[in-house]
């Protein structure tokens, strides 16, 4: 691990010497000539920039896998990523903010709080801003200028670790053009919600660039006590540029830049309403969250580079670097005992009624004496995520047989730098004005993993059967160290390996019909500075069921067992924990997660229209299966009985989607329905359980092709405006977004 500089270094420059040496070739330029001119298609190479192969590879997939392109995502124009993956069975959604900034997705049960129980990857490199250090994942790319979506689940995750448990999610960016060519596309909508996206890129014989520039904002549908806006400004922007052999060479070669810068400007917050406030006004926002705020900065360099030596075998090795740093100040609570959580929660209670006044401003905070001193928390952070990965691709024929074998190697670092601190306000007026005292640290330690994973798995053919089988493993090192005033460079080492096997199986048993099954571990590593007495997260998952595709109509049903020998929870500042918790986690001990995912789709057509429907349903059935005692919030603190349900996880959802197609013209409708969820396990904790309704948001899109390069188009998402609690965690009642509606024009160059 030491040596990881070098390594980079060394891969980097051989990189680069491998493409000049090909490209510097001397090919046969009157072959050359007479190929290009003959040739009826000269479309450059490249690797695919699907890890799933495409729609048809997963037709015979043996285990979940899940495409979503760019023809499904331009359908209702989201920005928001939560509405997108509605469309696939088995995602647990807890939304946040009503606008997709920071995603909470689970897989099958797993805790979807922010995203941390997944593999969440950028063109297939891990995203997140510290993976292994810090996986809850606080910086989430713009959904908006994404071209497609991968979802994995079942044995063809563990491809993707570190956390295997949930599965993994990969966003693919736009490529380079095949032809010099761009787009824009400019929406307005509701509480001056704008998106400006656009893109433009060329491309010559062994050459190529792009730019992408997206910059999304709104004043924000809540309504602060203040009368300050409650939205936010984010920006992004990517370029890409390559270089390639020529593509009659015997090795074929590409190299690939890709350099990306995004910010964020947001008036986030945790605090919600009290149960009486929301069914008030839901979209309310207390006087004493006026200072919540978030400032963001994002960067990305990756150097890729692709080698194929023939039809059946190539390598491709990527080289990245992301460095992440946000503040993000909020009302931590008072200068008190009482929690903000139990305030909000019990707001009626004698004393907490006096807490309410001053957090709406209604009294000031010399009213209640120290006590009413609201506490404004500074949480500065930088992350930083790096690394090498190299894939090789082969696909020999071994004794008649078509084989798919593929090796991965990965070289990873990524530390998280926290430096918090609290400022003390009060309330007065209605306004928040500092109390002139000093700002006081609270936290301020780093940590850090060194990581080395391998996998190999080989996927083959045998008749109407297709196996795969394969393994992860991951060699695990992490520190932390604090660098407080009080204990300075005290630090904790941690140390694991783990080994993930897995493997799936799926028979054609007719030409339409196919059954498929899969075993395999699940896995989410000990985070850094923890006790000795906090175990990994590990389970042992099973899928079965069918596929069907015939004509226009396809089909596919799985179920899915999950059994974990421990569960395994963390502390956040979104979950309710204290300053002094942060990143802290709990076992959880046994588990058992099983479902149904199902979905269906048909397109029919009449006269010259067309008619796509598309269904899907998810049940989910989410326990503990083991008694013990809980002091992590996100479960509930108290104690927890085998057969309490997983909070937050709904037993059923659905969505459908429907609408119609000419050749100018389309309407699309999509239903999502969303079950209830616990917010915290029984009713015996600290704070009782309380159930979060069930909901159902319709959003509607329709767009007219004024000519081939000019499309206008509106939608209305929530167009029923339903009213819905996304989260009682961590201090009171979310809503989810209002009605929205938005008018747009994309054109293209």
């Not at 996880?649 to 100018?664: D, L, M, N, V, Y």
Request: charged share 25%.
């Amino acid at each position: 691990m030491k040596n990881k500089p070098l390594i980079i270094a060394i891969f980097a420059q051989s990189l680069i010497w491998l493409s000049v040496n090909v490209l510097a070739e001397n090919t046969d330029q009157d072959e050359l000539s007479s190929s290009s001119s003959s040739s009826p298609d000269n479309t450059l190479k490249r690797e695919d920039i699907y890890i799933t192969g495409g729609a048809e590879e997963i037709k015979k997939q043996p285990g979940s896998a899940h495409l979503i392109d760019t023809k499904e995502i331009e359908k209702f124009e989201y920005t928001d990523i939560n509405r997108v993956l509605t469309q696939i069975p088995g995602v647990n959604i807890q939304e946040e903010e009503g606008y997709g900034l920071r995603p909470n997705i689970g897989l099958r049960g797993a805790h979807p709080h922010r995203s941390r129980k997944i593999a969440l990857m950028e063109d297939g490199i891990l995203i997140g801003p510290a993976p292994y250090s810090a996986p809850a994942a606080y910086y989430f790319p713009m959904f908006a200028k994404m071209e497609g979506i991968e979802v994995f689940k079942g044995p063809a995750a563990i491809k993707y670790g570190p956390n295997t448990v949930g599965g993994a999610v990969n966003l693919v960016t736009r490529s380079i053009p095949e032809e010099n060519k761009g787009r824009l596309n400019i929406a307005y909508g509701e509480d001056k919600f704008s998106k400006v996206h656009g893109y433009y890129g060329q491309r010559g014989d062994q050459w190529g660039w792009m730019i992408d520039g997206l910059n999304l904002q709104s004043d924000g549908f809540k309504e602060l006590d203040t009368g300050n806006d409650t939205g936010f400004n984010k920006n992004d922007v990517t370029f890409k540029g390559l270089v390639n052999s020529d593509i009659y060479a015997d090795i074929y070669q590409q190299l690939e830049l890709k350099i990306q810068y995004s910010d964020e400007d947001s008036d986030s917050t945790y605090t919600g309403l009290t149960e009486d406030d929301f069914n008030e006004n839901p979209y309310r926002r207390y006087a004493g969250s006026d200072r919540d705020h978030m400032d963001a900065k994002h960067t990305q360099y990756m150097l890729s580079h692709y080698i194929e030596f023939d039809p059946t075998f190539s390598f491709t090795t990527k080289i990245y670097r992301n460095e992440f740093e946000r503040l993000w100040s909020k009302l931590n609570g008072f200068n008190s005992t009482t929690s903000l959580t139990d305030i909000l929660a019990n707001p009626n209670t004698p004393d907490n009624v006096e807490f309410m006044k001053v957090l709406k401003g209604e009294t000031n905070s010399v009213d209640l004496g120290p006590d009413g001193t609201l506490i404004i928390g500074n949480n500065d952070r930088e992350y930083l995520s790096q690394g090498v990965q190299f894939i090789a691709h082969w696909e020999p024929l071994i004794l008649g047989a078509p084989n798919e074998f593929e090796f991965g190697l990965r070289f990873h670092n990524d530390q998280i730098k926290r430096n918090h601190s609290e400022d003390k306000f009060l309330m007065s007026s209605g306004e928040l004005v500092s109390d002139g005292s000093a700002t006081l640290a609270t936290t301020v330690n780093k940590d850090s993993t060194d990581a080395v994973a391998i996998h190999v798995q080989d996927k083959v053919e045998i008749g109407d059967w297709t196996v795969s089988g394969g393994a992860r493993v991951e060699f695990i090192d992490s520190k932390r160290e604090d660098r407080s005033a009080t204990n300075p460079q005290a630090s904790i080492e941690n140390s694991d390996t783990v080994v993930i096997p897995g493997g799936g199986v799926f028979y054609q048993l007719t030409t339409e019909f196919g059954l498929l099954g899969g075993v395999y571990k699940g896995f989410t590593p000990v985070g850094p500075g923890q006790s000795s007495d906090i175990e990994p997260e590990e389970s042992v998952n099973y899928e079965a069921g069918f596929r069907y595709y015939q004509g226009a109509f396809n089909t596919e049903m799985i179920g899915f067992y999950n059994d974990y020998s421990n569960i395994k929870g963390v502390c956040t500042f979104s979950s309710g924990c204290d300053e002094a918790d942060i990143d802290k986690e709990f076992n959880g001990g046994e588990a058992e997660i099983k479902g149904v995912e199902f979905s269906a789709g048909y397109q029919f057509e009449l006269a010259s229209l067309s008619f796509p429907i598309k269904f899907n349903y998810t049940f989910t059935d989410a326990i503990f299966a083991s008694d013990f005692g809980s002091s992590n919030p996100d479960w509930g603190i108290g104690d927890i009985k085998s057969d309490d349900h997983l909070p937050y996880i709904p037993e059923h959802q659905f969505s459908f989607s429907t609408g119609i197609a000419a050749k100018k013209w389309r309407i699309d409708t999509v239903l999502k329905y969303v079950g209830e969820r616990n917010d915290t396990a029984n009713e015996n904790v600290e704070l009782p359980n309380r159930v979060i309704d069930s909901y159902t948001v319709v959003d509607l899109k329709g767009s007219y092709n004024i000519t081939q390069d000019m499309q206008v188009y509106t939608s209305i998402n929530n167009i029923l405006d339903e009213e819905y609690v996304t989260s009682l965690r961590p201090y009171g009642a979310r809503p989810g977004a209002p009605q929205l509606a938005q008018i747009g024009m994309k054109l293209s160059f």
